[in-house]
């Protein structure tokens, strides 16, 4: 059974996961007539100096790029689940559910800055998770703070997040002065470094411009068809289920377990209210999948019959082979 085989921490589960995603990755390896990277136009200097030269010139190796990066994020999404506890056991279902929710759209799979940044704000997030345990909670707001800048450096409209950090420290109780501004300060530095550069080899309005077109720029928006009028409405009820669990649940659990587990509700809330602005399309969906992930693997650990679990995850995995062969 497909559930029972990847709800444990097995090294047939941790080599099965990988394999899977990979096989609903062969598409943007094989698929003809792709650009390298997708949602494509004036991205930020971080972008054109580090990955373009390398990445952009070869659909093989963006759309490597582009796995690699995808299992990364799923399996940090899967080191945060297990090393707060939020599942009954160890597991790497919610590497596999990342691994899904993000392989349907074929320009979601090929290589772009979202996928660059969703890592770094991921990271940034696990930063500030662990401030509760840390006697160096303004440090850790630091280092989160960081992390978002560098990836702000190459998908400047993620900036527009830095108030999930925010809200983040609030809920686990450690949001002091000190503690935002050192997140804060933590947030420029990599643009006071940028700048330091266009200062002494360039000329800063050049950044400046950079920055204010990528922040305003519209990547347009997605054609829906019958089958994204299925499927998206389908994962939304699955995340929908998933939310409802957890806040049923969330009276059972230890006190900082409710914290992170809010922590996963905001961050459902604010990636979704992000997407319903004019300035995002689906180019989002990396960032987007991070907190379905983790309620709907909620959902499925708390699912008394066995029967409707193992159904509902095949139902999940047969709706995302569908949706690459016909969105």
């Known amino acids: 059974m497909l559930y029972r085989t990847l709800h444990n921490n097995s090294l047939t589960a941790f080599i099965l996961v990988p394999f899977v995603i990979l096989l609903f990755w062969v598409r943007v390896f094989l698929f003809d007539g792709l650009q390298p990277i997708s949602f494509d136009g004036m991205s930020m200097p971080l972008w054109e100096w580090l990955v373009r030269p390398v990445f952009g010139q070869s659909v093989f190796w963006a759309a490597a790029l582009s796995f690699v990066l995808a299992i990364l994020i799923a399996f940090t999404v899967n080191r945060m689940v297990g090393r707060y506890g939020l599942l009954g056991q160890q597991s790497v279902l919610p590497a596999l559910i990342y691994g899904l929710l993000v392989s349907a759209f074929l320009s979601v799979q090929q290589l772009h800055t979202v996928w660059m940044f969703t890592l770094l704000f991921l990271l940034a997030l696990e930063r500030l998770m662990g401030a509760p345990h840390s006697s160096r909670k303004e440090v850790r707001a630091f280092d989160g703070g960081v992390l978002l800048g560098v990836g702000v450096l190459m998908y400047a409209r993620g900036i527009y997040l830095y108030p999930m950090l925010v809200i983040v420290m609030g809920i686990l109780r450690v949001l002091t002065f000190r503690s935002f501004i050192a997140s804060f300060l933590g947030v420029l530095l990599p643009f006071i470094l940028s700048a330091g550069y266009f200062f ?34 389908a994962v939304t009820l699955f995340t929908l289920a998933g939310l409802v669990t957890l806040v049923r649940y969330m009276p059972t659990q230890k006190i900082i377990t409710r914290k992170y587990l809010r922590v996963v509700i905001w961050l459902i809330l604010v990636t979704a209210a992000l997407c319903l602005t004019p300035f995002f399309s689906v180019e989002l969906t990396p960032l987007v999948a991070i907190g379905p992930a983790i309620a709907i693997s909620f959902w499925f650990d708390k699912m008394k019959s066995k029967i409707l679990r193992e159904s509902l995850l095949w139902l999940l995995v047969l709706g995302t082979i569908a949706a690459q062969y016909f969105l």
């Open 200 to 233: 002494v080899f360039a000329n800063v309005e050049e950044f400046g411009i950079y920055f204010v077109l990528n922040l305003f720029s519209n990547t347009g928006q997605f054609d829906h068809n019958l089958t994204s009028q299925i499927y998206l409405p």
